[in-house]
Protein backbone atom coordinates (compact mmCIF):
# COMPACT_ATOMS: atom_id res chain seq x y z
CA UNK A 1 0.00 0.00 0.00
CA UNK A 2 2.82 2.57 0.66
CA UNK A 3 4.28 1.46 -2.23
CA UNK A 4 0.94 2.41 -3.99
CA UNK A 5 0.71 5.73 -2.48
CA UNK A 6 4.11 6.67 -3.29
CA UNK A 7 3.60 5.72 -7.22
CA UNK A 8 0.35 7.96 -7.12
CA UNK A 9 2.88 10.97 -5.73
CA UNK A 10 5.21 10.47 -8.60
CA UNK A 11 2.49 10.27 -10.52
CA UNK A 12 0.67 13.20 -9.67
CA UNK A 13 3.89 15.05 -10.30
CA UNK A 14 4.73 14.10 -13.55
CA UNK A 15 1.07 15.34 -14.61
CA UNK A 16 1.72 18.58 -12.55
CA UNK A 17 5.05 19.39 -14.43
CA UNK A 18 3.03 18.10 -17.99
CA UNK A 19 0.21 20.29 -17.20
CA UNK A 20 2.04 23.37 -16.57
CA UNK A 21 3.69 22.67 -19.81
CA UNK A 22 0.73 22.84 -21.55
CA UNK A 23 -0.09 25.85 -19.58
CA UNK A 24 2.96 27.90 -20.97
CA UNK A 25 3.22 26.35 -23.96
CA UNK A 26 1.34 26.99 -27.33
CA UNK A 27 -1.19 29.40 -28.48
CA UNK A 28 -4.54 29.96 -26.38
CA UNK A 29 -7.79 27.57 -28.09
CA UNK A 30 -9.90 29.70 -29.03
CA UNK A 31 -13.30 27.44 -30.01
CA UNK A 32 -15.80 27.23 -27.29
CA UNK A 33 -16.43 23.47 -28.47
CA UNK A 34 -14.69 21.21 -26.66
CA UNK A 35 -15.21 18.57 -28.73
CA UNK A 36 -14.17 20.14 -31.82
CA UNK A 37 -10.91 21.25 -29.93
CA UNK A 38 -7.97 21.20 -32.22
CA UNK A 39 -5.38 20.12 -29.45
CA UNK A 40 -6.77 16.42 -29.70
CA UNK A 41 -5.82 14.75 -32.74
CA UNK A 42 -7.84 11.64 -33.60
CA UNK A 43 -6.11 8.63 -32.92
CA UNK A 44 -4.74 6.75 -35.57
CA UNK A 45 -5.39 3.23 -35.67
CA UNK A 46 -3.10 0.76 -35.53
CA UNK A 47 -2.54 -2.59 -36.60
CA UNK A 48 -2.59 -4.68 -33.20
CA UNK A 49 0.36 -6.43 -32.16
CA UNK A 50 0.57 -10.15 -30.87
CA UNK A 51 -0.46 -10.65 -27.49
CA UNK A 52 2.87 -13.10 -26.64
CA UNK A 53 4.66 -9.39 -27.66
CA UNK A 54 6.72 -9.98 -24.03
CA UNK A 55 5.97 -6.38 -22.78
CA UNK A 56 4.40 -5.42 -19.65
CA UNK A 57 2.28 -2.35 -19.69
CA UNK A 58 0.78 -0.75 -16.83
CA UNK A 59 -2.50 1.57 -16.72
CA UNK A 60 -2.63 4.23 -14.30
CA UNK A 61 -6.41 4.97 -14.17
CA UNK A 62 -8.11 7.99 -11.75
CA UNK A 63 -11.02 8.92 -10.15
CA UNK A 64 -12.07 10.95 -7.20
CA UNK A 65 -14.21 9.06 -4.87
CA UNK A 66 -13.04 7.57 -1.83
CA UNK A 67 -12.30 3.64 -1.30
CA UNK A 68 -15.50 3.07 -0.32
CA UNK A 69 -17.53 4.52 -3.21
CA UNK A 70 -19.15 1.57 -5.28
CA UNK A 71 -16.84 2.86 -8.36
CA UNK A 72 -13.81 2.18 -6.67
CA UNK A 73 -15.15 -1.09 -5.35
CA UNK A 74 -16.01 -2.21 -9.08
CA UNK A 75 -12.69 -0.95 -10.17
CA UNK A 76 -11.31 -4.05 -8.04
CA UNK A 77 -13.15 -6.12 -10.02
CA UNK A 78 -11.90 -4.11 -13.00
CA UNK A 79 -7.98 -4.47 -12.04
CA UNK A 80 -8.53 -8.24 -11.02
CA UNK A 81 -10.65 -9.31 -14.32
CA UNK A 82 -7.67 -7.53 -16.70
CA UNK A 83 -4.91 -8.86 -14.64
CA UNK A 84 -5.77 -12.55 -14.56
CA UNK A 85 -7.17 -12.32 -18.32
CA UNK A 86 -3.58 -11.00 -19.24
CA UNK A 87 -1.69 -13.21 -16.97
CA UNK A 88 -0.50 -9.98 -15.61
CA UNK A 89 1.16 -8.98 -18.82
CA UNK A 90 -1.42 -5.65 -18.51
CA UNK A 91 -1.16 -4.43 -14.57
CA UNK A 92 -4.10 -1.93 -13.57
CA UNK A 93 -2.71 0.83 -11.00
CA UNK A 94 -6.24 2.80 -9.28
CA UNK A 95 -5.78 6.19 -8.09
CA UNK A 96 -8.65 7.23 -6.10
CA UNK A 97 -9.81 10.00 -4.37
CA UNK A 98 -8.45 12.66 -6.69
CA UNK A 99 -5.14 12.47 -5.49
CA UNK A 100 -3.87 12.83 -8.95
CA UNK A 101 -5.79 15.81 -9.07
CA UNK A 102 -9.31 17.10 -9.79
CA UNK A 103 -11.04 15.85 -13.00
CA UNK A 104 -10.75 18.34 -14.92
CA UNK A 105 -7.43 17.84 -14.64
CA UNK A 106 -7.19 14.39 -14.75
CA UNK A 107 -8.74 14.26 -17.88
CA UNK A 108 -6.37 16.93 -19.33
CA UNK A 109 -3.37 14.50 -18.44
CA UNK A 110 -4.95 11.68 -19.72
CA UNK A 111 -5.53 13.62 -23.59
CA UNK A 112 -1.67 14.21 -23.29
CA UNK A 113 -1.10 11.00 -22.51
CA UNK A 114 0.29 11.06 -18.92
CA UNK A 115 -2.35 9.12 -17.45
CA UNK A 116 -3.86 6.18 -19.34
CA UNK A 117 -7.34 6.00 -17.85
CA UNK A 118 -10.15 7.98 -16.14
CA UNK A 119 -13.13 7.63 -14.79
CA UNK A 120 -16.07 10.58 -14.35
CA UNK A 121 -16.31 14.02 -15.55
CA UNK A 122 -16.93 16.52 -17.18
CA UNK A 123 -18.12 15.04 -20.27
CA UNK A 124 -18.32 18.02 -22.55
CA UNK A 125 -14.41 17.67 -23.25
CA UNK A 126 -14.64 13.29 -23.73
CA UNK A 127 -17.77 13.75 -26.16
CA UNK A 128 -20.20 16.75 -26.14
CA UNK A 129 -22.60 13.52 -27.39
CA UNK A 130 -22.56 12.61 -23.60
CA UNK A 131 -24.89 14.78 -22.91
CA UNK A 132 -27.69 12.97 -24.12
CA UNK A 133 -27.51 11.39 -21.28
CA UNK A 134 -27.73 14.54 -19.15
CA UNK A 135 -30.91 15.91 -20.15
CA UNK A 136 -33.31 16.70 -16.91
CA UNK A 137 -36.20 14.10 -16.19
CA UNK A 138 -35.11 11.57 -19.32
CA UNK A 139 -34.63 8.75 -17.93
CA UNK A 140 -37.13 6.64 -15.26
CA UNK A 141 -34.66 4.45 -13.96
CA UNK A 142 -31.31 2.60 -13.99
CA UNK A 143 -32.56 0.00 -16.61
CA UNK A 144 -33.89 2.71 -19.06
CA UNK A 145 -30.33 4.72 -18.81
CA UNK A 146 -28.65 1.26 -20.03
CA UNK A 147 -30.84 0.35 -23.21
CA UNK A 148 -29.38 3.71 -24.26
CA UNK A 149 -25.78 3.06 -22.77
CA UNK A 150 -25.59 -0.43 -24.45
CA UNK A 151 -27.09 0.67 -27.73
CA UNK A 152 -24.55 0.00 -30.75
CA UNK A 153 -25.96 2.91 -32.60
CA UNK A 154 -25.75 5.27 -29.66
CA UNK A 155 -22.24 4.14 -28.27
CA UNK A 156 -20.84 4.77 -32.09
CA UNK A 157 -22.16 8.46 -32.03
CA UNK A 158 -20.38 8.78 -28.64
CA UNK A 159 -17.27 6.87 -29.46
CA UNK A 160 -16.43 8.67 -32.70
CA UNK A 161 -16.97 11.53 -31.18
CA UNK A 162 -14.32 10.89 -28.69
CA UNK A 163 -11.85 10.05 -30.58
CA UNK A 164 -11.95 12.72 -32.36
CA UNK A 165 -10.64 14.38 -29.12
CA UNK A 166 -7.87 11.61 -28.59
CA UNK A 167 -9.79 9.37 -26.35
CA UNK A 168 -11.75 5.95 -26.03
CA UNK A 169 -14.83 5.16 -24.47
CA UNK A 170 -14.21 1.72 -23.08
CA UNK A 171 -18.17 1.41 -21.27
CA UNK A 172 -20.98 3.64 -20.08
CA UNK A 173 -22.51 2.98 -17.07
CA UNK A 174 -24.99 4.31 -14.37
CA UNK A 175 -23.04 7.25 -12.54
CA UNK A 176 -26.12 7.66 -10.13
CA UNK A 177 -29.29 9.12 -9.80
CA UNK A 178 -28.98 13.15 -9.00
CA UNK A 179 -30.79 14.42 -5.82
CA UNK A 180 -30.64 18.20 -4.20
CA UNK A 181 -29.65 19.26 -1.04
CA UNK A 182 -29.62 22.48 0.89
CA UNK A 183 -29.24 24.04 4.59
CA UNK A 184 -31.77 26.22 4.22
CA UNK A 185 -35.27 24.89 3.60
CA UNK A 186 -37.13 21.61 2.18
CA UNK A 187 -38.26 22.02 -1.34
CA UNK A 188 -41.49 20.96 -2.75
CA UNK A 189 -41.82 22.80 -5.94
CA UNK A 190 -39.31 25.08 -8.17
CA UNK A 191 -40.22 28.14 -6.80
CA UNK A 192 -38.47 27.06 -3.69
CA UNK A 193 -35.35 26.55 -5.32
CA UNK A 194 -35.42 30.68 -6.18
CA UNK A 195 -32.24 32.55 -4.86
CA UNK A 196 -30.20 29.28 -3.47
CA UNK A 197 -26.67 28.94 -4.07
CA UNK A 198 -25.75 25.76 -5.45
CA UNK A 199 -22.69 24.32 -5.85
CA UNK A 200 -22.02 22.53 -9.12
CA UNK A 201 -19.47 20.49 -10.93
CA UNK A 202 -18.58 22.72 -14.34
CA UNK A 203 -21.10 21.07 -16.24
CA UNK A 204 -23.53 22.44 -18.70
CA UNK A 205 -26.13 20.34 -18.37
CA UNK A 206 -26.25 20.76 -14.16
CA UNK A 207 -25.77 24.67 -14.58
CA UNK A 208 -28.23 25.21 -17.18
CA UNK A 209 -30.70 23.28 -15.25
CA UNK A 210 -30.02 24.75 -11.40
CA UNK A 211 -30.52 28.31 -13.40
CA UNK A 212 -33.98 27.05 -15.36
CA UNK A 213 -35.28 26.22 -11.78
CA UNK A 214 -34.14 29.57 -10.27
CA UNK A 215 -30.89 28.36 -8.44
CA UNK A 216 -27.39 30.56 -8.42
CA UNK A 217 -24.57 28.55 -8.86
CA UNK A 218 -21.17 27.79 -8.37
CA UNK A 219 -18.70 25.63 -9.85
CA UNK A 220 -15.70 24.03 -8.00
CA UNK A 221 -14.26 21.40 -7.37
CA UNK A 222 -15.65 18.41 -5.05
CA UNK A 223 -12.85 18.08 -2.31
CA UNK A 224 -13.74 21.60 -1.11
CA UNK A 225 -17.57 20.91 -1.02
CA UNK A 226 -17.94 19.65 2.22
CA UNK A 227 -16.25 23.26 3.94
CA UNK A 228 -18.25 25.39 1.22
CA UNK A 229 -21.04 24.17 2.44
CA UNK A 230 -19.99 24.01 6.59
CA UNK A 231 -19.10 27.95 6.52
CA UNK A 232 -22.00 28.96 4.33
CA UNK A 233 -20.57 29.68 1.03
CA UNK A 234 -22.99 27.80 -0.62
CA UNK A 235 -26.55 27.17 0.48
CA UNK A 236 -26.75 23.33 -1.04
CA UNK A 237 -25.76 21.12 -4.05
CA UNK A 238 -26.51 18.39 -5.99
CA UNK A 239 -25.06 14.91 -6.28
CA UNK A 240 -26.32 11.20 -6.62
CA UNK A 241 -26.92 9.49 -2.61
CA UNK A 242 -23.90 7.50 -2.73
CA UNK A 243 -21.76 10.69 -3.37
CA UNK A 244 -23.79 12.75 -0.75
CA UNK A 245 -23.05 10.01 1.98
CA UNK A 246 -19.54 9.03 0.75
CA UNK A 247 -18.55 13.14 0.95
CA UNK A 248 -20.49 13.39 4.20
CA UNK A 249 -22.33 16.50 2.99
CA UNK A 250 -25.39 15.10 4.18
CA UNK A 251 -23.98 15.97 7.63
CA UNK A 252 -23.92 19.74 6.73
CA UNK A 253 -27.34 19.05 4.46
CA UNK A 254 -30.28 18.50 6.42
CA UNK A 255 -32.73 19.01 2.91
CA UNK A 256 -32.85 16.46 0.73
CA UNK A 257 -35.17 16.78 -2.24
CA UNK A 258 -35.48 13.16 -3.72
CA UNK A 259 -35.83 13.57 -7.16
CA UNK A 260 -33.88 11.86 -9.47
CA UNK A 261 -33.79 14.75 -11.88
CA UNK A 262 -30.74 13.92 -13.69
CA UNK A 263 -29.44 10.32 -14.27
CA UNK A 264 -25.75 10.56 -15.20
CA UNK A 265 -23.52 8.36 -17.58
CA UNK A 266 -20.21 6.29 -15.91
CA UNK A 267 -18.12 6.79 -18.50
CA UNK A 268 -14.88 4.57 -18.48
CA UNK A 269 -12.01 6.49 -20.74
CA UNK A 270 -8.61 5.62 -21.85
CA UNK A 271 -6.14 7.59 -24.12
CA UNK A 272 -6.69 6.32 -27.49
CA UNK A 273 -3.42 6.27 -29.48
CA UNK A 274 -2.31 4.00 -25.86
CA UNK A 275 -5.39 1.89 -26.32
CA UNK A 276 -5.28 1.79 -29.74
CA UNK A 277 -1.44 0.13 -29.76
CA UNK A 278 -1.66 -1.96 -27.39
CA UNK A 279 -2.24 -5.63 -29.01
CA UNK A 280 -5.91 -6.88 -29.91
CA UNK A 281 -6.65 -9.12 -26.95
CA UNK A 282 -5.45 -6.69 -24.54
CA UNK A 283 -8.03 -4.15 -26.06
CA UNK A 284 -10.67 -7.02 -25.60
CA UNK A 285 -9.79 -7.64 -22.61
CA UNK A 286 -9.73 -4.29 -21.15
CA UNK A 287 -13.55 -3.34 -23.25
CA UNK A 288 -15.12 -6.68 -21.22
CA UNK A 289 -13.42 -5.43 -18.02
CA UNK A 290 -15.02 -2.43 -18.66
CA UNK A 291 -18.32 -3.75 -19.05
CA UNK A 292 -17.64 -5.89 -16.12
CA UNK A 293 -16.80 -2.52 -13.83
CA UNK A 294 -19.88 -1.13 -15.15
CA UNK A 295 -22.39 -3.84 -14.01
CA UNK A 296 -20.81 -4.33 -10.92
CA UNK A 297 -21.17 -0.53 -10.02
CA UNK A 298 -24.78 -0.70 -11.22
CA UNK A 299 -25.62 -3.26 -8.98
CA UNK A 300 -23.83 -2.10 -5.95
CA UNK A 301 -24.84 1.29 -6.67
CA UNK A 302 -28.57 0.54 -6.62
CA UNK A 303 -27.80 -1.39 -3.25
CA UNK A 304 -25.94 1.26 -1.64
CA UNK A 305 -28.65 4.34 -2.79
CA UNK A 306 -31.06 2.57 -0.74
CA UNK A 307 -28.98 1.60 2.34
CA UNK A 308 -27.17 5.52 2.31
CA UNK A 309 -30.72 7.17 1.69
CA UNK A 310 -32.08 5.18 5.12
CA UNK A 311 -29.01 6.17 7.51
CA UNK A 312 -29.81 9.62 6.53
CA UNK A 313 -32.98 9.59 7.15
CA UNK A 314 -32.42 8.28 10.30
CA UNK A 315 -29.79 10.64 11.41
CA UNK A 316 -32.38 13.22 11.12
CA UNK A 317 -32.20 14.69 7.42
CA UNK A 318 -35.80 15.58 6.07
CA UNK A 319 -35.57 13.51 2.98
CA UNK A 320 -38.69 14.62 0.75
CA UNK A 321 -40.34 12.99 -2.41
CA UNK A 322 -42.06 15.07 -4.32
CA UNK A 323 -45.52 13.63 -5.75
CA UNK A 324 -46.20 12.96 -9.19
CA UNK A 325 -47.89 16.45 -9.66
CA UNK A 326 -45.18 17.94 -8.22
CA UNK A 327 -42.57 16.25 -9.81
CA UNK A 328 -44.23 17.25 -12.93
CA UNK A 329 -43.53 21.24 -12.44
CA UNK A 330 -39.92 20.43 -12.07
CA UNK A 331 -39.91 18.59 -15.35
CA UNK A 332 -42.17 21.23 -17.02
CA UNK A 333 -39.74 24.08 -15.64
CA UNK A 334 -36.52 22.31 -17.21
CA UNK A 335 -38.15 22.21 -20.75
CA UNK A 336 -36.07 24.87 -21.78
CA UNK A 337 -32.70 22.82 -20.92
CA UNK A 338 -33.15 20.16 -24.22
CA UNK A 339 -33.95 22.91 -26.64
CA UNK A 340 -30.84 24.79 -25.15
CA UNK A 341 -28.71 21.85 -26.51
CA UNK A 342 -30.29 21.25 -29.51
CA UNK A 343 -30.91 24.53 -31.00
CA UNK A 344 -28.65 27.15 -29.08
CA UNK A 345 -25.69 25.34 -28.21
CA UNK A 346 -26.32 22.39 -30.84
CA UNK A 347 -24.58 19.77 -28.94
CA UNK A 348 -26.34 17.14 -30.56
CA UNK A 349 -29.46 16.81 -33.12
CA UNK A 350 -33.20 16.36 -32.18
CA UNK A 351 -32.91 13.07 -34.05
CA UNK A 352 -30.33 12.05 -31.90
CA UNK A 353 -32.04 13.36 -28.84
CA UNK A 354 -35.27 11.64 -30.22
CA UNK A 355 -33.21 8.30 -30.42
CA UNK A 356 -32.17 7.84 -27.20
CA UNK A 357 -35.37 9.17 -26.33
CA UNK A 358 -37.19 5.94 -27.46
CA UNK A 359 -34.56 3.45 -25.93
CA UNK A 360 -35.43 5.03 -22.60
CA UNK A 361 -38.80 4.28 -22.90
CA UNK A 362 -38.61 1.17 -23.91
CA UNK A 363 -39.28 1.43 -27.81
Given at each position: ?????????????????????????????????????????????????????????????????????????????????????????????????????????????????????????????????????????????????????????????????????????????????????????????????????????????????????????????????????????????????????????????????????????????MNAKFFNDLPAEYQQVLTDGAWLFVETENKLSLENAEARLQEMKDAGCDVYTPTNEERQAFIDACAPVYDHFVNELKYFTQEELDLVKSLAEGK
Amino acid sequence: MKVKKLLSLILAGVMMLGLLAACTGGQTQQSQAPAQSQAAEPAESKAAEPADDGKTYTINLGHTMSTAHPRHVALLEFEKYVEEKTNGKVQIELHPAGVLGSEPEMQESMRMGTLEAFVGGPFDTISTKLNLFLMPFFFDNQEALMRAAKDEQVLSIISEDAEANGLKVLAIGDGGARQITNSKRRIVTPADMKGLKLRTPSIEAITYCMQTLGANYISMPLADVYMALKNGTVDGQENPIATIYDQKLHEVQPYILYVNYQYHPEVMTMNAKFFNDLPAEYQQVLTDGAWLFVETENKLSLENAEARLQEMKDAGCDVYTPTNEERQAFIDACAPVYDHFVNELKYFTQEELDLVKSLAEGK
